[in-house]
């Protein structure tokens, strides 16, 4: 048992779900409170960047400006207070990542230690095996394990920052090509004040010979997170990436307002998996993340694919459908989802599949889990462009009630423009039964870890999407947001 | 095994509802250490409901009455607490569980019930062996165990699943709710072998059963017939080929005898 379950055993059952609830004593240095032009300057400024990039920003800050949050997304099924954008700290970063370390020896042993801590080992000796890692802390990335591996197998894994001063055309030629700065109202504010996050450059006909994962935390009180991920698989490439996020317990509400843009060339395959874990509340719906994150692909080559896998655990409210454009011929879009909601937790996902290319393929496969007073929605597009001769969408969509305070909603959109489509949808709702809990009790097995099972058992055909290590930690991660909701 | 008294179960003037109505309505029976005892009786009769209340299942409420286990008063025992005290009950349906793997639910099962006897763990691999002795025994497909628990299953497969459970988790006392039920000849043949190779004299076993046709295979040591929640007469393996041959109308009308 770790300190911290300890301490939050003491101050409260309810909270001790969230083992990743403490926070660091890390010196950090931060923009002041609110959003300005010069705040755009400030954090350009800080990254040293180029004026083309501090363009692009002031751009999109420009167009930001002129929208009124009115304009922010409202038909997800998710209520929230207005968020006061004044009051938010755009740029936090740990002091001594001012001068950029250009290796792990040089990094702060304390942020080591605060990364150790969350189970993300970055020293040489305890890296993962075959996961490289890049660890982003608030606005910043502090760490990259594996660099030289992947380097000698020609796969560009490093912060976005990095990538904007070392491979200024690749980030030119993709940034913002997927997911354009005027996309939705968070991606707009995300393109004026993205502060971090991985980039990912695959040569054609590379196999990337790990897994890359980048691991998110919020730290700082008050300042949001926005990331930036943006992933290019050249022509025959292949590349398995993966994101995990915690944050601090916090009374308040944290904005996480992340983009993630994907571009696959002809015969690539980009496999993307999320473990989103983000303080979700407590268990009156005080405090939490409120994540409202833009994430595309491009499935840009012929025979091109990419694959989405998330598991979501955390977040005070979930925003987010994933998508993929199938531009090439014989593309393949993939969505596979298990999101859990419990206490006041409200999530509003799922994906978009928009079909271009000939002979086309997507499949969407969505578990939903709600219990406690939480709502959980699915709601998916899939467009079959004319285009799109031959396209071929299944749809599965599941969703499992525990108790009978929360609430489970589909909303699928269909819209086929090519008569040659075929399409499938399944739906099914259905609540943990009595009956085999209780095969599972007269086996000796205990209610918390029966209803364990039995849940763990619906998402299985979505881990099994996982990377092997990924998948155990998603299965332990539901473990744990489940505890409380039986007995 | 108690020292207090010599019985696997007693069960002392049990009653039982589900919801507001009334199943049982005082029960008595004494099982021992050892000894098969057949329950049989027409549908509707509080059989099944017998063997599910002595399990503990929710929603099944004990008005009076007490069942001593052991020497121990169970009726408030969480139904895995009962298991893991050696109580086992083969389910008359047992239910499907998608995305469990069979592989894993007897694991789990395995190892909590093996906790409770202060057993140490097995190894994966030592697991393994037993389990398929075990499964070669009871003549299962060796892919079900790689499938989800039950999930497209046959009849006859699903009630080899539970007398594998039964074998692999060596319980103290067996309750068979209409185990032959659906079984072919074959099927029945396997399942009674299994049964009779887990008799001996530590164990009990309650067999609770419409037709006769089982007892066949599994010799009982007493025959109790319940009807409308008691039990209305009681005698040794001679009552049941009697009730196969006679009917239930037959006792029926005996007690309105007056006999």
């Known amino acids: ?487 | 095994m108690s020292e207090l008294n010599n019985f696997m179960i007693e069960i002392k003037d049990l009653h039982a509802s589900i919801g507001d109505i009334p199943i049982l309505k005082g029960i008595n029976l004494s099982v021992n250490f050892g000894e098969i005892h057949a329950i049989m009786g027409p549908n509707g009769s509080g059989k099944s409901t017998l063997a599910n209340v002595i399990a503990g299942r929710p929603g099944y409420e004990i008005t009076r009455g007490s069942i001593i286990y052991q020497g121990e008063k169970i009726n408030e025992f969480l139904p895995e607490d009962r298991a893991r005290k050696g109580i086992f009950l083969a389910f008359q349906y047992p239910v499907e569980l998608p995305g469990v793997r069979t592989w894993q639910f007897l694991k789990a099962a395995f190892d909590s019930v093996r906790k409770e006897k202060g057993l140490k763990e097995l190894s994966i691999r030592e697991f393994d062996k037993l389990l398929e002795e075990h499964r070669q025994a009871v003549e299962m497909d060796p892919d079900l165990v790689k499938r989800s628990v039950n999930e497209g299953f046959s009849g006859g497969e699903k009630k080899r699943n539970e007398i594998l459970q039964l074998a692999l988790l060596d319980p103290t006392l067996a309750l068979l709710d209409e185990t032959d039920s659906g079984l072919d000849i074959d099927a029945l043949r396997i399942v009674s072998e299994g049964v009779n190779v887990f008799k001996n004299p530590n164990k009990s076993i309650l067999i609770v059963t419409h037709y006769q046709r089982i007892l066949d295979y599994i010799k009982p040591d007493y025959v109790h017939v319940l009807m409308d929640g008691s039990i209305v007469k009681s005698g040794t393996s001679e009552l049941a080929l009697e009730l196969e041959e006679k009917g239930y109308e037959w006792i029926k009308e005996s007690m309105s005898d007056g006999s």
């Open chain 1, 1 to 487: 048992m770790t300190d911290q379950e300890v301490i939050s055993r003491k101050t409260g059952v309810q909270d001790k779900q969230y083992k990743w609830g403490f926070e660091f004593d890390i010196d950090s240095e931060n923009a002041p409170k609110g959003l300005t032009k010069d705040t755009v300057r400030f954090i350009s400024n800080k990254k040293n960047e180029p004026d083309w990039m501090l363009n692009w920003r002031l751009k999109a800050f420009e167009l930001w400006e002129t929208k009124q949050e009115s304009s922010a997304p409202d038909w997800a099924n998710v209520t929230f207070p207005e968020i006061d954008f004044q009051n938010i700290i755009y740029y936090a970063a740990p002091k001594s990542k001012d001068d950029s370390p250009k290796s792990l020896e040089e990094v702060d042993p304390e942020l080591i230690e605060a990364f150790n801590k969350l189970g993300i080992p970055l020293e040489e000796q305890k890296k993962l095996s075959g996961v490289a890692i890049d660890a982003v802390l608030d606005s910043v990335s502090v760490a990259t394990t594996y660099k030289e591996q992947l380097k000698s197998a020609g796969v560009i894994f490093c912060p976005i920052s990095e990538a904007v001063q070392k491979y200024p055309d690749l980030v030119k030629k993709y940034l913002g090509s997927v997911v354009p700065y005027s996309d939705n109202f968070y991606a707009t504010l995300n393109s004026a004040v993205f502060s971090d996050g991985s980039f990912v450059y695959v040569p054609p006909g590379v196999r990337c010979p790990m897994e890359l994962m980048t691991y998110f935390r919020i730290n700082e009180a008050d300042s949001g997170q926005f990331e930036r991920t943006l992933i290019i698989a050249d022509e025959g490439s292949y590349v398995s990436y993966l994101e995990g996020c915690t944050a601090p317990m916090r009374k308040t509400h944290q904005l996480h307002a992340a983009v993630v843009e994907l571009v696959a060339l002809k015969n690539a395959e980009i496999k993307y998996s999320t473990l989103q874990n983000w303080y979700p509340g407590d268990k009156d719906g005080n405090g939490g993340v409120y994540n409202f994150v833009t994430k595309r692909g491009a499935a840009r080559g012929e025979n091109s694919k990419i694959s989405w896998t998330q598991v979501e655990t955390g977040s005070a409210i979930t925003w987010k459908y994933p998508s993929v454009i199938l531009q090439g011929d014989n593309s393949t879009g993939e969505f596979y989802s298990v999101a859990l909601v419990n206490n006041y937790q409200q999530a509003d996902t799922g994906t978009k599949m928009i079909h271009i290319g000939k002979n086309t393929k997507s499949t969407i496969i969505a578990k939903g889990i709600s219990a406690g007073k939480a709502q959980n929605t699915y709601r998916g597009q899939v467009s079959i462009m004319p285009s799109a001769t031959n396209a071929k969408n299944f749809t599965q969509c599941d969703s499992l009630l525990i108790g009978d305070e929360c609430g489970a909603h589909t909303v699928p959109y269909i819209e086929v423009r090519n008569p040659s489509a075929k399409m499938g949808h399944e739906a099914t709702t259905s609540k943990v039964n009595d009956d085999q809990l209780f095969y599972l009790q007269q086996r000796g097995i205990d209610l918390e870890e029966a209803n364990y099972m039995i849940i763990n058992g619906f998402c299985r055909g979505i881990f099994k999407e996982l990377p092997f290590e990924f998948a155990m930690e998603a299965s332990q991660l539901l473990r744990v947001s489940l505890e409380g909701t039986v007995g």
